[in-house]
């Protein structure tokens, strides 16, 4: 054991004279061969750091959301204090660590404090200081929430600024995100009424062997007719009738003094108990439970028991190609130049019902509106195309936005067709379509309808003057009758609008460019940062934690862009490789 040496041990006892002196030494052992030279290292020697930032690299992220967000508006992180009390971390100090935070992929409150201790980028925007997880939650929770929306504005009007982007072309699309809630745990609306249905008629069946019983006894009882919407207030008043009746044959039994006519009045008595303790104990508690979950379903049909905003959405296949059915929130965002421009977050699993409520909320805005929205066939519906249009007088923007039969139609199966009323002959004088075995299609009356959303579209029904002989009718309708064919004016109006849009040169290729623009976004969040699941519960919170996810993105960005110029200004050192990503970046920026 006398032999051994550590490595401390031996690196002490060599650099006694010069501890801090970067000197290689090379030992010229008694074989005659040299050992391999070291650098000295201690690292039991003091070390003193007398400017933590000189460490950091002038173009890392930490840099860029030092002077963003030194850029915002004092009064923005300073309007929800009261004033007062025990002095508080400063909100921009508390802005900057969560935001750097989740740029490093760090996104629980746990996190955050670990890297206040451990990474220097992470020391040096928090000054030194240590706040903990808890005050972390709090601060994300409570004060990022009062403030995100006009936080979130301020530095797209800073971006806009500084030409990262211009709010021209505003690439839409939506993505579903895992609430942090239990997928086990869920509540289903047709399941609700279900069991609603069934403890009514059990009610009712109830109150009639009451009624039975009572005039059996002779007992004064009168429930009257049970009413749907008044069954809590009309079963609290029949178990206070009840226990009116029991009260006073209690009494009764008291009073009495006969022992035969004590146990006929015990027995009436327990007669009214046994259906009393079944309103208290079972009827009311899940008649107000299933009135507080009609209250949290709203229009929707699902929620989770663990987080009451999210809603049960059809996910994404696993790998094994299985469907996921989780409680989820879908974030409608838009993008330019792979800049997150606004978002908006719903509780509707379709694109389609989330397309005007997200537009209406960035017109509540102070951000400019864009020139022309880009979006899928997802959102290809009248509503939103004459939401689009808007008034004559004051179109609200133009749209590149194909509707759900759109690549359908434009194939040669689909033009071949026959069944297909857009492939027949239209006489537009006498308003009738000529169908392929040459019968007249001929105007019958105007349907009006209204989908899911309330919105009532304006029909018109035409119908075959005789399919009884046609060859062609098996291949045409099922149906028993002669065919009918529902003709939407103003939704075909918009569609073809929405196609000529499409096969313009110039248009197509903006629109070409949402894919690479809106979809890179969400993947670089939910696959390259791994942000699939939020932390935070309830659609406050949750808007709250996707705008900080959409701010550490945009500051990622700007980043490296500002990391791809510098290289572009050293023409010296520049590879091929980094040119063409500089061109591809400046490409997109629009510099070129």
Not at 372 to 394: C, H, M, P, R
Not at 501 to 519: F, G, M, N, P, T
Request: hydrophobic share 35%.
């Amino acid at each position: 054991m006398s032999n051994l040496k550590t490595t401390n041990q031996d690196y002490n006892t060599e650099q006694t004279s010069l501890p801090l002196q970067l000197s290689e030494e090379t030992a010229v052992p008694k074989t005659g061969h040299a050992s391999p030279p070291f650098i000295p290292y201690n690292n039991k020697q003091g070390i003193s750091l007398f400017d933590i930032q000189d460490t950091i690299s002038t173009k890392h992220v930490s840099r860029v959301i030092d002077e963003m967000i030194e850029l915002i508006d004092d009064q923005v992180f300073f309007s929800h204090y009261k004033g007062g009390g025990r002095s508080s971390f400063h909100p921009k100090m508390m802005t900057k660590v969560i935001l750097y935070g989740y740029s490093q992929k760090v996104y629980s409150s746990r996190g955050i404090e670990k890297l206040l201790h451990e990474n220097l980028p992470a020391m040096w925007l928090a000054a030194g200081q240590k706040p903990d997880h808890r005050t972390i939650n709090r601060f994300r929770s409570h004060q990022l929430k009062n403030r995100m929306n006009s936080l979130f504005e301020q530095m797209i009007l800073l971006l806009i600024e500084q030409n990262y982007m211009t709010m021209e072309n505003y690439f839409l699309d939506g993505t579903k995100i895992e609430a942090n809630a239990n997928k086990y745990s869920f509540v289903w609306k047709k399941a609700t009424q279900n069991f609603e249905g069934k403890l009514k008629e059990k009610i009712q069946e109830t109150i009639q062997h009451i009624q039975e019983i009572t005039e059996s006894e002779y007992i004064q009882f009168n429930a009257g007719e049970l009413k749907e919407d008044a069954t809590l207030a009309q079963l609290e008043t029949i178990a206070q009738d009840l226990e009116t009746q029991v009260n006073a044959l209690t009494d009764a039994i008291e009073a009495e003094e006969n022992v035969t006519v004590r146990k006929e009045i015990r027995s009436q008595r327990s007669v009214l108990k046994k259906p009393l303790k079944l309103i208290r104990e079972d009827f009311l508690p899940r008649l107000d439970k299933y009135k507080i979950q009609h209250e949290i379903l709203g229009d929707r049909n699902s929620f989770s028991k663990t987080d009451h905003d999210a809603t049960f959405m059809r996910m994404k296949d696993d790998h094994m190609k299985n469907g996921q059915l989780k409680a989820a929130y879908n974030v409608q965002m838009a993008t330019e130049n792979q800049f997150i421009l606004f978002y908006s977050i719903h509780q509707r699993p379709t694109d389609t019902r989330c397309f005007i409520p997200h537009l209406e909320k960035l017109a509540a805005s102070s951000l400019p509106m864009p020139k022309t929205v880009i979006a899928d066939a997802g959102y290809g519906s009248e509503e939103n195309y004459l939401y689009a249009i808007g008034d004559e007088k004051e179109p609200r923007f133009n749209f590149l936005i194909p509707y759900g039969m759109y690549l359908k139609e434009k194939s040669r199966s689909y033009k071949k067709n026959s069944k297909h009323a857009k492939n027949w002959d239209y006489n537009e004088q006498e308003d009738h379509f000529i169908c392929p075995n040459g019968q007249k299609v001929t105007f019958k009356k105007y349907l009006n309808k209204k989908n899911a959303s309330g919105f009532e579209q304006s029909l018109k029904v035409y119908e075959c003057e005789d399919c009884s002989e046609c060859p062609l009718k098996a291949l045409c309708t099922k149906a028993k009758g002669n065919r009918q064919v529902q003709w939407n004016p103003i939704f075909e109006e918009m569609k073809a609008k929405a196609k000529a849009a499409l096969e313009c040169e110039e248009k197509s290729r903006i629109y070409a460019q949402r894919k690479i623009d809106v979809e890179s976004a969400f993947g670089h969040i939910k696959g390259n940062r791994s942000f699939r699941r939020f932390l935070l519960r309830g659609i406050d919170k949750i808007y709250t934690e996707f705008g900080i996810v959409a701010l550490a993105h945009n500051l990622l960005k700007v980043a490296g862009i500002r990391q791809l110029l510098s290289i572009e200004l050293d023409k010296n050192t520049k590879t091929g490789v980094e040119k063409r990503l500089v061109f591809l970046h400046l490409f997109i920026l629009g510099t070129y």
